[in-house]
């Protein structure tokens, strides 16, 4: 699998926007770039996912830079219940099994 | 919405027991997984299930440990004799099919406490 790289942590405070990035200058041109996020003390649940794109969906946005050698995952209005650990993950178009997860970026939110 | 569920949530076992961890995929998945994360530790792969046969498997799922799909619903993982470094969250997974756009379900974990 492609490697990605996230910053370990980062803070926001409530109701704000967040951006989370993720690099993978690595990527394939069949690699989906998927976004996961664990809140405390439960498994990893699914945010959004794209290929070239820039996705929304009620969870989040997905912006896919044109290179697509980076991703920024947008929450646009923080919640305290946002605070998790938050996985960018590539998965090839034509054949993926399991997903590895990186360390990932701890969002803490502030109220 | 359908679901992965889990069960037990939380089981304390002491080292060299067998502990089985059951885990039922949501209904019209094709692939199933399990997954463990030590505490403070990042998620880490067990082993894939499709068509009754394990399709990979990582290092660290030795003989120790085994799948079965002992029925149409349940997905099991088994700790033949478990050591003190088994202590982790273990999450089953289910996904749909295996094309990269894909989402892959997982459940709210089994926390498997060794002593």
């Known amino acids: 699998d492609a490697k990605t790289t996230q910053p370990n942590s980062m803070e926001s405070n409530e109701e704000e926007p967040v951006h989370l990035p993720c690099n993978h200058s690595t990527i394939s041109g069949t690699d989906y770039i998927h976004w996961y996020r664990q809140l405390p003390s439960q498994g990893p649940e699914y945010v959004i996912h794209g290929l070239t794109s820039n996705v929304n969906n009620r969870m989040a946005s997905l912006a896919i830079a044109e290179d697509r050698k980076s991703s920024t995952l947008i929450l646009h209005r923080a919640t305290l219940r946002d605070a998790a650990v938050y996985y960018c993950?590539?998965?090839?178009?034509?054949?993926?099994?399991?997903?590895?997860f990186g360390p990932g970026t701890r969002l803490s939110v502030l109220p | 919405e359908p679901e992965v569920t889990q069960t037990p949530s939380h089981q304390v076992t002491q080292m060299g027991q067998e502990v089985i961890l059951r885990c039922v995929p949501i209904?019209?998945?094709?692939?199933f997984y399990w997954y463990r994360q030590i505490l403070g530790q990042k998620v880490e792969f067990l082993v894939s299930f499709y068509n009754n046969e394990i399709s990979e498997k990582s290092e660290i799922f030795d003989d120790q440990f085994s799948v079965e799909r002992p029925d149409g619903s349940n997905f099991t993982l088994k700790i033949r004799s478990t050591k003190l470094e088994d202590s982790a969250m273990y999450f089953c997974?289910?996904?749909?099919?295996?094309?990269?756009?894909?989402?892959?379900?997982f459940g709210p974990g089994t926390r498997l406490l060794v002593l």
């Open positions: 997974a289910s996904i749909k099919g295996l094309a990269g756009g894909e989402t892959q379900y």
């Open positions: 993950i590539l998965r090839d178009l034509n054949y993926g099994q399991n997903f590895v």
């Open positions: 209904s019209n998945h094709l692939y």
